[in-house]
């Protein structure tokens, strides 16, 4: 994904490269689970219905993809509609706050 992102946006066509960005892993994720949960609801033959829990990685995940969707559009619509080359010094730094909240979490509940 990333070598066809790159291609995409060195070929003069950075908003379908960033498209794929998002687009492509939520399409992965949502037809996978999809179809993993509609398989066993047919090998059951009910309804599956599961409690779902949010541990604490799972809610630093969402806090982080919920900000950063909401940065990119801020910076978009203030930007004229066009994300600055700069930004990606933003989003790498981001990236890397996540990397160590995630650590901590980790290394946090081994310590328990």
């Known amino acids: 994904d ?7 946006a060195k070929n003069g066509l950075p908003n379908m490269a960033t498209t794929a ?3 492509g892993p939520a399409f992965n994720l949502l037809v996978g689970v999809g ?3 509609l398989e066993l609801q047919r090998k059951l033959d009910t309804p599956v219905i599961s409690p779902v829990t ?9 806090t982080f993809i919920i900000v950063n969707c909401l940065a990119i ?3 978009g619509i203030s930007c004229q509609w066009r994300i600055p080359k700069r930004y990606s010094y933003v989003l790498f730094a981001w990236y890397a ?6 650590l901590n979490s980790f290394i946090g509940h081994l310590i328990q």
Not at 54 to 62: Q, S, V
Not at 97 to 102: D, P, R, T
């Open 54 to 62: 949010l541990n604490a990685t799972i809610r630093i995940g969402f």
């Open 21 to 23: 960005v998002f687009a």
């Open 97 to 102: 706050l996540f990397i160590l909240f995630i």
């Open 73 to 75: 559009a801020i910076c």
């Open 2 to 8: 990333l070598s066809n992102n790159l291609a995409l």
């Open 35 to 37: 179809f993993g949960f």
